[in-house]
């Protein structure tokens, strides 16, 4: 069966520092990826898709870039943060039939 | 533009009564239109979807209807229970990659 790891699953991170978060799918091969934040009680937000090993669409401007080194690697970085990064960080995929999305559990950041 | 609008942001219902949450979509191409529920702290988790060649789909207490010549759909939740209190999410697909939410709605069953 297909499953999603996402990690950290929480981080404090200062002003300025860099952030890395990872996430890696199993049980599938050339899955969509995709990075959403969801801001606190907030909707979400599509931040970066990719459709192939260093293939990413980017949908906002931001602060935040996305890189896919490997066929179920996706990660999500960001050079200096700004507090405006805070949020909960979200990790899908899709199947290979259909447009169904599938969520990892998330990584809390918190920029201070 | 690309945008899915979600009402209400907030339900508050008595349980065993029903909750219906509506969302509405720009984009009249898309074709799949899925349901997530998120509870505290975790990820959405896919609770139902349909798309857009059948009107309605129902799984046990929760189904699904399409209209898409209004470009709305719906979801109903009956006879509710204090378990399905929690964050719902509406999404409408505007590419074969690309899905985007509305901005949810916090549905409390009272018991």
């Known amino acids: 069966s297909q499953t999603i790891h996402q990690w950290p699953a929480t981080l404090v991170q200062p002003v300025g520092s860099p952030l890395s978060l990872e996430c890696t799918v199993e049980g599938t091969s050339n899955p969509n990826l995709y990075w959403y934040r969801q801001a606190a009680g907030r909707g979400l937000q599509l931040l970066f898709y990719?459709?192939?090993?260093?293939?990413i669409s980017s949908e906002v401007p931001q602060n935040l870039s996305a890189s896919r080194p490997q066929d179920r690697q996706f990660i999500l970085s960001s050079k200096k943060l700004l507090l405006s990064d805070s949020g909960f960080y979200l990790c899908?995929?899709?199947?290979?039939?259909?447009?169904?999305?599938?969520f990892g559990e998330g990584s809390w950041l918190t920029v201070v | 533009g690309e945008n899915v609008e979600q009402h209400p942001s907030t339900l508050s219902v008595q349980e065993g009564d029903s909750a219906v949450i509506k969302c509405t979509y720009s984009d009249s191409a898309s074709n799949y239109f899925p349901w997530y529920k998120q509870e505290l702290g975790k990820g959405p988790q896919l609770i139902i979807d349909i798309r857009s060649n059948v009107g309605e789909k129902k799984d046990q207490r929760i189904a699904v209807t399409l209209n898409k010549t209004a470009k709305h759909f719906s979801l109903h939740i009956t006879e509710t229970q204090p378990e399905d209190s929690a964050v719902y999410f509406c999404a409408a697909s505007f590419s074969s990659y690309k899905l985007i939410f509305g901005s949810g709605t916090r549905l409390l069953v009272r018991p």
């Open positions: 990719s459709i192939g090993i260093d293939q």
């Open positions: 899908a995929w899709i199947t290979g039939a259909g447009n169904t999305i599938y």
